[in-house]
């Protein structure tokens, strides 16, 4: 069973970087690609971004001057990196599979969430 | 932001049949395939629906997508009060080349 964990902190300043990791277990890190969405509380989801093992990455244009998302497939560990946050980026950050486009696949497996929170 | 529309809320008695619409345009839900996600409150997003109309393992069968043209709906046919939830429609848009979610649902069940 593929399970996927979020780690990082939960308390991030304003200004700083957010940095989160998704560590991926029970299942193949290659051929999927593996994607990060949030959201604000009492709010609907927002896509952030995706990273192909390849290294190809998408990004939503609304957050692209200040995501980047990673990954070490040996550690089976993709991260996000969030810059300049606001207030207005406090969410629950999740990460999940992407079978992607074509597949259409959707995303099938999904962390717990993790909850950042930007405040000094 | 979201560029897909859903109706804010609705609601049914148990056993009753529901149905969310999800209205986009020719660059995400016309071009692309439809995914719907169910989210009880707390919790992760859960996929429902792929590829449009497809049932991921363990779904039941009460749950039915469709598309045409622009729009995409997700039908919940014997209500039940577990499917008290929100529920997201998604899609890959060509023009922004990435993924954009619907506005979402809340379903209440009476």
């Known amino acids: 069973q593929v399970q996927l964990q979020e780690s990082g902190p939960g308390l991030v300043k304003p200004s700083e970087t957010l940095s989160l990791s998704c560590t991926v277990s029970?299942?193949?890190?290659?051929?999927?690609?593996w994607t990060w969405v949030r959201q604000p509380a009492g709010k609907g989801l927002e896509w952030i971004g995706r990273i192909y093992p390849s290294g190809t990455t998408n990004y939503n244009p609304s957050l692209k001057s200040r995501v980047t998302v990673s990954l070490d497939t040996s550690e089976n560990r993709f991260s996000l990196r969030l810059s300049s946050v606001t207030a207005a980026d406090t969410a629950v950050y999740y990460c999940a599979r992407d079978q992607g486009v074509s597949v259409g696949g959707g995303f099938d497996y999904w962390g717990q969430g993790a909850l950042v929170t930007v405040s000094s | 932001q979201s560029v897909l529309t859903q109706p804010p809320s609705t609601s049914g008695t148990p056993g009753q049949r529901v149905t969310i619409s999800c209205s986009g345009s020719?660059?995400?839900?016309?071009?692309?395939?439809v995914c719907w996600y169910q989210q009880v409150p707390g919790t992760a997003p859960k996929l429902l629906i792929y590829?449009?109309?497809q049932r991921p393992s363990g779904v039941p069968d009460r749950f039915s997508g469709s598309k045409s043209g622009t729009s995409a709906s997700l039908a919940i046919g014997g209500l039940r009060s577990e499917d008290e939830a929100d529920y997201y429609c998604?899609?890959?848009?060509?023009?922004?080349?990435?993924?954009?979610f619907g506005t979402g649902t809340k379903v209440t069940v009476l």
């Open positions: 029970g299942g193949s890190f290659s051929h999927y690609y």
């Open positions: 590829r449009n109309n």
């Open positions: 998604a899609a890959w848009d060509d023009s922004l080349s990435g993924y954009v």
């Open positions: 020719s660059s995400n839900i016309g071009s692309n395939y």
